[in-house]
């Protein structure tokens, strides 16, 4: 079963726009985790966030943790036709390392 | 791509047959994993290993059994392919260095069941 929800399951904007996806988990975390798949690739690692963090931030992305809300959301500024791709949460919780993952957010950027 | 592979990377099969799927990483990886990712159901988890002969069953393991004879190689088997069973697998690992946390994936095989 999912751990971690997406929200929206699909977004187009416009290039230079940005794009906010969210995630929303059941049950405590260690860390959430998020992925980016092109189109016919495997699932490349963007950023980790551990639970005890609120905000992180890597080049375009921006990610925050709301721990009390379960929740998290990815930003991507400025966003490039390039930033077109599937967009996935996962979280790890208790002894495990393994990441459970959401079923994703589609996003298009158009030129 | 942390140097995985997937063989093959296109199948097509009949309902009934054994399949078999190879993932082969280069760097010695301990822990490594098959996934299938299907429309609306995002990634799940089918097995997984954390070392030589040494598995574990994930959350939808039924239909499919895994070996791990040496570090490098991953193989997940189908018995008798079920039309059900048509999807995306990847393969992925843990990296020692990023503290088991982060997965490296492998470039997917697509498998049609007839």
């Known amino acids: 079963s999912q751990q971690g929800e997406e929200d929206p399951q699909a977004l187009s904007i416009q290039e230079g726009e940005n794009a906010t996806m969210n995630c929303s988990y059941k049950t405590s975390i260690n860390n959430l985790q998020w992925y980016r798949q092109n189109s016919g690739r495997g699932l490349v690692h963007l950023i980790l966030?551990?639970?005890?963090?609120r905000e992180k931030h890597s080049g375009r992305l921006r990610v925050t943790l709301d721990t009390s809300k379960k929740s998290s959301s990815l930003l991507i500024t400025a966003s490039r036709a390039a930033d077109t791709a599937s967009y996935f949460c996962a979280t790890v919780s208790g002894g495990s390392y393994i990441p459970t993952f959401g079923r994703g957010t589609s996003l298009i950027v158009h030129p | 791509d942390a140097g995985i592979t997937q063989s093959p990377r296109h199948k097509v099969t009949e309902t009934g047959t054994p399949v078999t799927l190879r993932c082969h990483q280069t760097e010695n990886h301990r822990y490594m994993y098959w996934y299938r990712q299907d429309p609306g159901h995002g990634l799940r988890l089918i097995h997984y290993s954390y070392g030589v002969k040494d598995t574990d069953k994930g959350e939808v393991s039924d239909g499919y059994s895994v070996s791990r004879s040496k570090t490098e190689d991953f193989l997940l088997t189908l018995e008798s392919a079920t039309s059900s069973q048509t999807s995306v697998y990847f393969c992925a690992i843990t990296s020692d260095l990023a503290g088991y946390n982060e997965q490296f994936f492998g470039p997917g095989t697509r498998l049609t069941v007839l």
């Open positions: 966030i551990r639970s005890n963090e």
